[in-house]
């Protein structure tokens, strides 16, 4: 069974009693991992032959601790035995197919029992971006401050084909066909907060683009920028580069506004701890230019350090629905921790991807892939990350065993 944080005082609990008892063994080393590499797009190449690897990640140690490979058979099929069952051992397979890494679902541990089926679907790779939309796409106007306004901007993109989506030319960057992210023209200091890593990021007419491979499916993402101003207005419209379903723009309700045709107030929200006005447009099609202008400046202040910490810690946190934030005053409970008492698997789960992604960068920094500044900062942000998650558990314990 999978060790919940609900279940996880009680265990604890009956295990000490247990180790008082028994003498103190070794981890059993019979644990079994098997799966089946499966192409899941129409008319797709054969799988046979597919290298597959299974990764092992100590949590305490926070990097890989050691890796397995081994080949798919005819059907794709692969197995991994003789494996530790050490709780502190996180495990992840993960198949490399046409130059894209296609990881299992999520890493999972075999402490508690010795066999794990991890099948990994692998795709057909295209450069045709046809398939790719938003299904919501948020702005949020965080404050201004001396001729500079802060955002972050956060959506949902899908991929609703049955193949990968892959950058034919980064190589190019303004020209490079990749994923488009739109921003208000003169954005600067673009910074991805999550879904997507700073190192992909190259830019982009009318915004940015993402270079990585973008698999079949829902990928969340947060992104900060700013957005220099003068006077008492700013012009914040920008152009979405594929169909929209929903648009949001949410203005602090400190004296801005938002004057546009293309988008409709629909009433106030609120969100870390700050009431804001909410403007939405729905289905929108792609190419369209969302006009907005951002009137009132002048009698506007930036936000104080812990509203940031608020909204930086739900930012992280959120989930997308329809275009609104879970941050919203349909939550009564509000705050991360009602998030975070709702989803405490999800919680638990987050955290071991993490310690997973932090692994990986370690490895891609020994390989030398990635530069110091940049390890360094994505070492920064993944270790906040973490602290934040330390920080909502201890909120929510008392409802968690």
């Not at 597959?52 to 990097?63: A, P």
């Not at 007419?205 to 990585?212: E, K, L, N, P, R």
């Amino acid at each position: 069974m999978t060790v919940t944080p609900r279940r996880l005082a009680p265990l604890l609990a009956t295990i000490a009693l247990l180790l008082l008892a028994l003498p103190v063994a070794a981890e059993p080393t019979d644990g079994v991992v098997s799966g089946q590499v499966v192409n899941k797009s129409a008319g797709g190449s054969s799988t046979a032959g597919t290298s597959v690897v299974l990764i092992v990640f100590g949590r305490k140690e926070q990097k890989p601790v050691g890796q397995q490979t081994t080949q798919a058979d005819a059907d794709g099929r692969y197995t991994f035995s003789g494996l530790d069952r050490d709780p502190n051992i996180v495990y992840i397979p993960l198949v490399r197919f046409q130059n894209v890494n296609y990881p299992a679902d999520q890493p999972f541990q075999l402490q508690d029992q010795p066999n794990h089926q991890a099948d990994i679907a692998v795709y057909e790779s295209t450069t045709t971006d046809d398939t790719i939309q938003f299904e919501a796409l948020n702005l949020l106007v965080l404050g201004a401050d001396q001729g500079v306004l802060q955002f972050m901007e956060m959506g949902a993109l899908v991929n609703g084909g049955d193949r990968t989506f892959v950058t034919a030319n980064p190589q190019d960057q303004q020209l490079a066909r990749a994923i488009k992210l739109p921003l208000p023209n003169g954005a600067l200091s673009v910074q991805m907060q999550t879904g997507f890593n700073d190192q992909d990021v190259i830019p982009g007419v009318g915004g940015i683009q993402i270079t990585s491979p973008v698999p079949p499916g829902r990928h969340e993402f947060a992104l900060s920028f700013q957005l220099p101003y003068s006077g008492s207005s700013a012009d914040i419209s920008l152009q979405v580069p594929y169909p929209t379903t929903a648009y949001s723009v949410f203005v602090p309700d400190n004296g801005l506004k938002l004057q546009a045709d293309t988008v409709q107030s629909v009433g106030p929200s609120q969100f870390g701890g700050q009431t804001y006005a909410l403007y939405r447009a729905s289905s929108v099609a792609k190419a369209t230019m969302l006009s907005g202008q951002l009137t009132g400046l002048g009698a506007t202040a930036g936000l104080g350090p812990t509203q940031l910490a608020l909204i930086s810690l739900g930012v992280v946190l959120f989930v997308l629905g329809g275009g609104v934030l879970l941050f919203t005053s349909q939550r009564s409970r509000g705050g991360a921790a009602a998030v975070a008492e709702e989803h405490p698997v999800d919680m638990e789960q987050e955290r071991l991807e993490l310690v997973v992604r932090l692994a990986a960068l370690d490895e891609r920094f020994a390989a030398g892939e990635v530069e110091q500044t940049e390890y360094e900062l994505e070492r920064q942000r993944g270790k906040q990350r973490l602290r934040e998650l330390a920080l909502v558990r201890r909120q929510i314990s008392p409802s968690s065993t």
